[in-house]
C-alpha cells in the first residue's frame, strides 16, 4: 500500500515569505513526483512535477527530491495571498503507463496580508 | 489552452438511482483517468484508460463501470447509488509520450449529491 505523508497544518506565512511544505512517500520505486494546489471546492491544479534528484525552479516555486530519503518539498518565494490554498503532493509508482496517483492529504497553506 | 471539460458540473441523484459523468480529455492527449474526492479527503483513484482499453485500477466500487471512446472521451458509469457516493469526481488526462505518460491535467469536476 503505497501512502503519502504530508502535515495538514494549517502553515501560516507571512506575505514575502518563503513556504516550505514537505511529503514523504512510502514506496521506494516511485519515479514520478508532483505538487498540486487546491483552492477550495475547485480541482487540483498542477504547479510542479520532478522526476530525478535534486532541485527544479519554476518561477516563484522550487521542487527538490530526494530519493534516498523519500522526500518531497516545495519552497514558494515571495509568498502572496492568492497562495493561499491546499497543497497536494502525489506520487506515480515505477511505471511508465497510465497509473494512478496517490495523493497525501495536503498541508493548507495561509498566507498571511 | 484548452483543458479538460467535465459534464454535468453538479448532478443530484436519489439512492439507488444510476449516474454518467463524461469526460473530454485535452486535445492529443489520450489517456484518462477517473479521482474521486470526499468532503475533506484527498483525491482517491479510480480507474484509468490508455487507447480505450482500461490501464490501471485503483478503488472503484463494482458498481461503478467507466469505458474510453475512439475520439478518446471517457464515462464513469453508477449504479445503485448510495448517500457516501456524493463527492466531487475528477478526470485528468495526459499524453503518453515514448511509452511514458507525464503530467495528469483535471477537469473542473462533477459534484455528485446522492440524496
Known amino acids: 500500500q503505497k501512502e503519502v505523508e504530508q502535515n495538514s497544518g494549517p502553515l501560516s506565512v507571512p506575505e514575502g515569505a518563503i513556504a516550505s511544505l514537505n511529503c514523504t512517500y512510502s514506496?521506494?520505486?516511485?519515479?514520478?513526483f508532483f505538487w498540486y494546489r487546491q483552492y477550495s471546492g475547485k480541482s487540483p491544479e498542477l504547479i510542479m512535477s520532478?522526476?530525478?534528484?535534486g532541485d527544479k525552479e519554476d518561477g516563484r516555486f522550487t521542487a527538490q527530491l530526494n530519493k534516498a530519503s523519500q522526500y518531497v518539498s516545495l519552497l514558494i518565494r515571495d509568498s502572496q495571498p492568492s497562495d493561499s490554498a491546499t497543497y497536494l503532493c502525489a506520487v506515480k509508482g515505477s511505471g511508465g503507463g497510465a497509473d494512478g496517483l496517490t495523493f497525501g492529504k495536503g498541508t493548507h497553506l495561509i498566507i498571511q496580508p | 489552452a484548452a483543458g479538460v471539460i467535465q459534464s454535468p458540473r453538479h448532478l443530484i441523484k436519489e439512492k439507488r438511482e444510476t449516474a454518467t459523468l463524461k469526460c473530454y480529455p485535452i486535445?492529443?492527449?489520450?489517456?484518462v483517468y477517473w479521482y474521486q474526492q470526499g468532503p475533506g479527503q484527498d483525491p482517491q483513484f479510480l480507474i484509468s484508460?490508455?487507447?480505450?482499453?482500461?490501464?490501471d485500477k485503483g478503488s472503484i466500487p463494482d458498481r461503478f463501470s467507466a469505458q474510453q471512446f475512439s475520439d478518446y472521451h471517457s464515462e464513469l458509469n453508477m449504479s445503485s447509488l448510495e448517500l457516501g457516493d456524493s463527492a466531487l469526481y475528477f478526470c485528468?488526462?495526459?499524453?503518453?509520450?515514448?511509452?511514458?505518460?507525464?503530467?495528469?491535467?483535471f477537469g473542473p469536476g462533477t459534484r455528485l449529491t446522492v440524496t
Open positions: 485528468a488526462s495526459s499524453a503518453q509520450i515514448a511509452g511514458y505518460n507525464y503530467e495528469q491535467y
Open positions: 486535445p492529443r492527449h489520450d489517456t
Open positions: 514506496d521506494r520505486v516511485s519515479q514520478s
Open positions: 520532478i522526476y530525478s534528484n
Open positions: 484508460f490508455y487507447e480505450k482499453m482500461q490501464s
